[in-house]
């Protein structure tokens, strides 16, 4: 079992910046990635980003491109994601996710965080 805490949401203004955390703790050595997903009301859950433990590769969804950054403290088990640039259609509670027996099939939640962008 791996652990999942966030933090770091609130509230923003268009334009302005949040970091959200993610500290992982339990079988944490079972993990091979990291993610970071998003869900608006009535609307899906969307992939954000996501980060392997062992060489830092990285991945983004399309609408964050450019303004997100996903990066690990390894030795604290936290995963981070710098949000700049924020728009109102950002507003969403942000859940962390862990891998465990497949890479990338992420079997481990955390309780969200929410982020509202006012424009």
């Known amino acids: 079992q791996v652990h999942l805490v966030e933090s770091g949401g609130g509230l923003v203004q268009a334009g302005g910046s949040l970091r959200l955390s993610c500290a992982a703790s339990?079988?944490?050595?079972?993990?091979?990635?990291m993610g970071w997903f998003r869900q608006a009301p009535g609307k899906e859950r969307e992939f954000v980003a996501s980060?392997?433990?062992?060489?830092?590769?990285?991945y983004y969804g399309d609408s964050v491109k450019g303004r997100f950054t996903i990066s690990s403290d390894n030795a604290k088990n936290t995963v981070y994601l710098q949000m700049n640039a924020l728009k109102p259609e950002d507003t969403a509670v942000y859940y962390c996710?862990?891998?465990?027996?497949?890479?990338?099939?992420?079997?481990?939640w955390g309780q969200g965080t929410q982020v509202t962008v006012s424009s």
């Open positions: 980060i392997t433990w062992s060489i830092g590769n990285t």
């Open positions: 339990g079988r944490t050595e079972s993990s091979y990635a």
């Open positions: 996710a862990a891998d465990g027996d497949t890479h990338y099939v992420f079997d481990y």
